[in-house]
């Protein structure tokens, strides 16, 4: 099984948008989704930009016209997606050190917990998983990969490989994928324009709903207080 992650938003006060997002994706033949993605980019996008390395989802050299359209060739392209998402208000108390957001292993949990729901289906031995290259303040490489592999390991088959790279999305055409849909997703949860519609599109696409991570985390929390303090 090979699968193509890439995220959307931050985890910062700063940042414009309130979700962050992980979507994801498998194919059947990520070779000839790589290579029909690549001619799209190519013969469908501005001249200005289709010799990119990379043409993202909120490139702004792109129209909605062209994006929609973009969009649903994803759909026919038999991708299968999952996705989780994270309220930035509801980051645990966990993953906070004096006020400060431990962004690195608040990412590799959410990657983690996204992976997961692949598990149940894994048919097969090989579990290979690219990601899109990204700053990990607190965690190493070494420590991403583990730690993911710690996580997965008791829900695959037995004798799995689990392999884990992060890769330069410039040269992986299926992680510049993943960009575009995570892009829908995040579009939508965020309310922004033609987020609805293009999730639509890609709806039939969706193998499950959503994973929110920490949903209740904070009510939890409350009761949990208010019970021990005898209130």
């Known amino acids: 099984m090979h699968i193509f992650l890439d995220e959307s938003g931050q985890f910062h006060k700063n940042d414009s948008e309130d979700y962050f997002v992980i979507g994801s994706f498998t194919v059947g033949d990520h070779k000839r989704t790589k290579k029909r993605f690549k001619s799209w980019s190519k013969d469908k996008f501005p001249k200005k930009i289709r010799f990119r390395p990379e043409i993202k989802f909120s490139d702004s050299g792109i129209s909605d016209e062209l994006r929609i359209k973009t969009v649903k060739f994803i759909s026919k392209l038999d991708v299968r997606i999952r996705f989780s998402f994270l309220k930035r208000q509801n980051i645990p108390e966990e993953y906070k050190r ?3 957001i431990q962004t690195g292993l608040l990412y590799t949990k959410i990657v ?3 992976l997961e729901m692949y598990t149940s ?4 031995l090989l579990f290979h998983v690219f990601c899109d290259q990204r700053k990990l303040k607190g965690v190493s490489k070494k420590e991403f990969v583990n730690n993911i592999k710690i996580h997965l390991l008791p829900s695959l088959p037995s ?3 689990i392999k884990i790279e992060r890769v330069n999305s410039r040269d992986f055409p299926n992680v510049q994928l993943a960009d575009w849909i995570v892009g829908v ?6 309310k922004k324009p033609l987020g609805e519609e293009l999730f639509g599109i890609l709806q039939n696409n969706i193998l499950a709903e959503g994973r929110e991570m920490f949903k209740d985390y904070w009510e939890n929390k409350f009761n949990n207080q208010k019970t021990q303090s005898g209130d």
């Open 98 to 100: 004096k006020e400060k």
């Open 112 to 114: 983690a917990e996204t």
């Open 121 to 124: 289906s894994a048919s097969d």
């Open 159 to 161: 004798g799995a490989n």
């Open 185 to 190: 997703i995040a579009s939508y949860l965020n």
